[in-house]
């Protein structure tokens, strides 16, 4: 038996489950409710507030994604340091959020940030006034950075981790301080770790709708919330059609965006979960 046909069960449930709902997707984004081919729904698209909605998703998507890099790099060069022994049980410690519901996490910022959340009664006790989180930029940026730093660590630190440390020793021995040694070889062997990292971060921060429903108390929407509410509060036979021309758009923007950040990773080496 050819290697190939083990392949066969997954090539199936990539056809059934996501070739196929995709095309689903692009011929309700081109057509309009009676079936006829148009360009409407992207038309619609262009009113200020989806444009709104879009600019705002990728405005917290890019700042999630910049502070998850700047707190995730550091992070997993410390748990890929040979010195650190414990290395492993932090690693576990790490993931032991995601075997969680990010709806939960979610709910448990909720607690935290809200007017009697657990802050606000701190700093009442304090004698300071209280201060409005929830349903604020800042409350939905936190939650995606919360959610979704796991996703930028994890692939940095396997580079990391597998890095051929007599590199790093050959620069030091050669007079390179360690700064010089960071950014001249360290940096450059882990890209592919940070490009995986950041995509992964980036994708799910700009179409989320969950965290921005939660943490947001509907005050703004983002491009997931204007997409989640064409296919529930709306008739599928009305909304079908503009929330899939939404996620058309959405996913063209996200592959453009891949593609341009592979230019660092050229290999497609990334770095795994693992």
Not at 197 to 206: E, I, Q, S, W, Y
Request: aromatic share 14%.
């Amino acid at each position: 038996m050819k290697r190939s046909y083990y392949a066969s069960p997954y090539a199936v449930w990539m056809v059934m489950f996501t070739v196929v709902p995709l095309l689903f997707v692009v011929y309700f984004a081109f057509t309009g409710r009676d079936g006829a081919f148009t360009l409407d729904n992207f038309e619609k698209f262009c009113r200020p507030m989806y444009v709104s909605a879009l600019l705002l998703s990728l405005k917290l998507a890019f700042f999630c994604t910049v502070i998850c890099l700047l707190v995730g790099y550091p992070a997993a060069k410390f748990l890929a340091s040979r010195d650190f022994s414990r290395r492993q049980s932090f690693v576990v410690l790490f993931l032991l959020p995601m075997w969680m519901n990010c709806l939960l996490r979610t709910y448990a910022w909720v607690s935290i940030l809200e007017d009697t959340g657990i802050i606000n009664t701190v700093l009442e006790w304090l004698g300071l006034p209280r201060v409005q989180m929830v349903g604020t930029e800042g409350a939905v940026l936190l939650g995606m950075v919360y959610n979704f730093l796991p996703f930028m660590v994890l692939p940095i630190y396997t580079v990391l981790k597998k890095l051929d440390h007599r590199v790093i020793e050959a620069a030091e021995d050669l007079g390179a301080n360690p700064v010089r040694v960071f950014f001249r070889v360290t940096l450059p062997l882990s890209m592919p770790g940070v490009v995986s990292g950041v995509t992964m971060v980036f994708m799910p921060a700009a179409t989320t709708f969950a965290i921005s429903r939660l943490l947001g108390s509907g005050m703004f929407w983002l491009m997931g919330d204007l997409i989640d509410y064409q296919f529930r509060e709306i008739s599928m036979a009305s909304g079908q059609n503009f929330g899939s021309a939404l996620s058309l758009i959405m996913m063209v923007l996200i592959i453009l965006s891949i593609g341009l950040l592979r230019r660092f990773d050229p290999k497609g080496e990334g770095g795994g979960m693992w």
